[in-house]
């Protein structure tokens, strides 16, 4: 189902969001055409939302912190904010996240195996040589919470 949301969308950006996540209230800062604005800005094809802060912690082994400043007219059209701050990662996880699709059928697509008993796309996209951004700076809180769909009705 995830390649053919991929292979089939005909939209620039996709978000990708299982049916048992939650987002935690007031944690995001941005509207999404501003998200997707530094995405196409910054060349990133997965930018997700994590369920733990921000912080060196499980596959995340190394995230590196980068912070957009931007003023209205500049970088993102009428819009207007202070600062966008992302963590960069060798992570792309199934966490809810939006890709900048032809960019994604590009570089991570390809890299993506079908087969039986597969975890997800972290199997195949993580510690390969990909950048993925993570919302929100070092140490920032939890966006998003896992209501673990497999283990309740």
Known sequence: ??????????SEFC???EHDWQFNKHLIKHSLEE???VMKFK???????????????????GLAERK???VKGELVGDSWFDEFSYCET??????????????YRKKCLPLIEIKPGSKGIEENLTHCGLT?????????PATVKHQDGRRSR
């Open 1 to 10: 189902g995830y390649i053919k949301a991929v292979t089939e969308s005909d």
């Open 15 to 17: 978000m990708m969001l």
């Open 35 to 37: 998200i997707c604005t």
């Open 43 to 61: 060349d990133l094809y997965h930018l997700r939302f994590n369920k733990r802060p921000n912080v060196v912690s499980g596959w995340d082994i």
């Open 68 to 70: 957009i400043k931007a």
């Open 90 to 103: 060798s992570v792309l996880s199934n966490n809810p996240h939006i890709i900048q699709t032809e960019l």
């Open 132 to 140: 993925g951004a993570i919302y929100g700076g070092l140490n920032y």
